[in-house]
């Protein structure tokens, strides 16, 4: 019957046109199609039809069934139902309850279609691996060098304008990270598997990656409002006039605004450079700057490593006690009297280093590394300027930072040629549409005069100032940048401004013992400096100021800016909480 088609092997006799039901033979006299050979509807069989029908109690009466001697269903119309049907069962399926039309056109054909195999159905596409993106031979905004600045100029332009077409170039093969927990966090952290991940707990106790959490993309997703990075890649020429950069994969890209934040790379010593027969020295001293260099370290150091770190800087103090951490044997050489020698004063550095020779690191102050010999056994041996010597498994090296100014040349770029870095102005542009960020800028502080500085803080804070100015904001840079440190339990703070042990201090300490203010000009040996501040002075202004365990950094950084001369330093003091410890 047109109504429907019973999936069976071979047609049963028609039913009466109430009820119809499979039959052997076909009604009247020619043979039906079997279902299986029927011509699909968009090339879905008839079974399918028929379980789209749904069925309903009782049947309307054909006036006259239709079939046909067709080998080939060529043309179906079908009208059906709102209900899907179940599937059809031995028993005889009641007609539809909507009057179904179906139209049969003969086939010429004699012989049916053969069932179509599988293979004939069966689509296969192959898609060809992406080809390398393109590099872009013009962008809005260029950022140069993969770090804190650049992320923070990003953040700041991004928000100027959300659309914005931003591509930043990296020489490392990661994108950007911080810095400051490579030789602070990363190493306090008790679960191995976190820190080998690079996750840290910050000083609120939560965990964070060493990772900026901002969107970049690859090269091929670069669009406006939607950042990219470009990897492994270094600007080996720079073009202020015609405002365009070359890749050391030898492209060109013109630019719209750009920004030079290139850092620095770590300086090191004669001796410690590998030779011919000091080959084991490329393995074994470590430029302590990037992910790639924690990482070897770290899985390297044991309890029964010996380790020398050579600086007593900012970063070589907390290296060392760092590596206090790992259960090695820690020594640390440098020419100053005392631990960060050159920014605190003489008493203050000599507390420091007892802190630190109590958290167990055996200090050499006043000395020097003279030679450096590789052993049989892979090890190093190091001569001081003592004459001491000593065998260690791994050198650490802190002696400061040489600001990546290679552009400069081509770019007919100035640079400072006492502190280095490329000469910006107050708005910490070098040439129009060019602005410099970071390590790498020797910018004018309306307080302080000219200056470079190497910290966190400041990539962070000019980056930001030179991603809105870079948008049309024209403001100055007059923030005093700060940086902090651990050094165990006694030894905890934050500096503000210039903090130069060559300048006059005044600190204010607190006292636990009397009630009374001291004022001492020599202090005492036995004297604690666990909580206090210190300001750096030029006659009677502050120019910097050193706060341990007090965080009032933002009042400190007030009265620097302030720029007001100071005779009762007693009274400044009581500005700040020197009797609550943080």
Excluded at 296 to 308: G, P, R, Y
Aim: charged share 25%; glycine share 8%.
């Amino acid at each position: 019957p047109a109504e429907a088609v019973a999936p069976a092997e071979e047609a049963e006799p028609a039913a009466p046109a109430e009820v119809a039901a499979p039959a052997e033979e076909a009604a009247p006299a020619e043979e039906a199609v079997p279902a299986e050979v029927v011509a699909p509807v968009e090339e879905a069989p008839v079974e399918k039809i028929v379980e789209e029908i749904t069925p309903v109690e009782e049947a309307p009466q054909l006036e006259q069934p239709v079939v046909g001697p067709v080998e080939e269903i060529t043309e179906t119309e079908v009208e059906l139902t709102e209900e899907p049907v179940p599937e059809p069962a031995e028993e005889p399926a009641p007609a539809p309850a909507e009057e179904l039309a179906l139209k049969v056109t003969p086939s010429p054909a004699e012989e049916p279609t053969p069932k179509p195999t599988p293979e004939d159905n069966d689509i296969i596409i192959f898609i060809p691996p992406p080809g390398p993106a393109v590099v872009p031979e013009q962008v809005q905004y260029l950022l140069i060098g993969a770090g804190t600045a650049s992320v923070s100029a990003m953040r700041a332009i991004l928000k100027a304008e959300p659309n914005a077409e931003i591509l930043m170039v990296g020489a490392e093969p990661h994108g950007p990270y911080m810095r400051p927990p490579l030789s602070k966090e990363l190493w306090f952290n008790e679960d191995k598997t976190e820190s080998s991940q690079l996750i840290f707990n910050d000083w609120s106790g939560n965990k964070r990656s060493l990772f900026y959490p901002d969107k970049l993309g690859d090269l091929s997703e670069l669009a406006p409002g939607s950042p990219a990075l470009l990897k492994g890649t270094k600007v080996t020429k720079l073009d202020p006039t015609n405002q365009k950069v070359t890749l050391s994969t030898g492209e060109v890209i013109k630019y719209g605004k750009c920004l030079l934040a290139p850092g620095g790379e770590p300086k090191t010593l004669s001796s410690l450079k590998p030779s011919e027969n000091n080959a084991c020295l490329s393995t074994k001293v470590h430029l302590f700057r990037n992910i790639a260099q924690y990482q070897q370290l770290s899985s390297e150091l044991n309890e029964n490593a010996k380790v020398l770190v050579i600086g007593g800087g900012f970063v070589g103090s907390e290296l060392a006690y760092a590596m206090t951490r790992t259960g090695a044997a820690v020594y640390q050489s440098f020419p100053e009297g005392g631990n960060m020698g050159r920014v605190l004063p003489k008493y203050l550095s000599n507390w420091t280093t007892k802190q630190l020779e109590a958290a167990g690191v055996n200090i050499r102050p006043e000395t020097k590394v003279v030679s450096t010999e590789c052993t049989e056994e892979g090890a190093v041996q190091v001569q001081l300027s003592t004459g001491e010597e000593m065998t260690v498994d791994h050198i650490l090296v802190a002696v400061g930072l040489e600001p990546s100014t290679e552009l400069g040349d081509s770019a007919g770029l100035e640079v400072h040629s006492e502190m280095g870095g490329y000469v910006v102005n107050a708005e910490l542009e070098a040439r129009s549409n060019l602005f410099v960020a970071g390590d790498a800028a020797c910018f004018y502080d309306p307080v302080l005069g000219r200056r470079r500085v190497e910290h966190h803080d400041h990539a962070v804070v000019s980056g930001k100032l030179a991603g809105q100015n870079m948008t049309g904001a024209s403001q100055p840079y007059h923030h005093q940048s700060m940086f902090w440190s651990d050094l165990g339990p006694n030894v905890g703070y934050e500096a503000i401004g210039l903090v130069d042990s060559s300048l006059p201090t005044v600190g204010i300490w607190a006292h636990k013992d009397t009630s009374e203010s001291e004022i001492k000009s020599e202090p005492g040996a036995h004297e604690k400096y666990e909580q206090g501040i210190v300001f750096y002075m030029d006659k009677s202004k502050v120019w910097g100021s050193y706060l341990e365990h007090i965080r009032q950094g933002s009042y400190a950084r007030q009265v620097i800016a302030a720029g007001e001369e100071h005779q009762d330093f007693g009274l400044l003091a009581k500005q700040f909480d020197i009797h609550t410890k943080h």
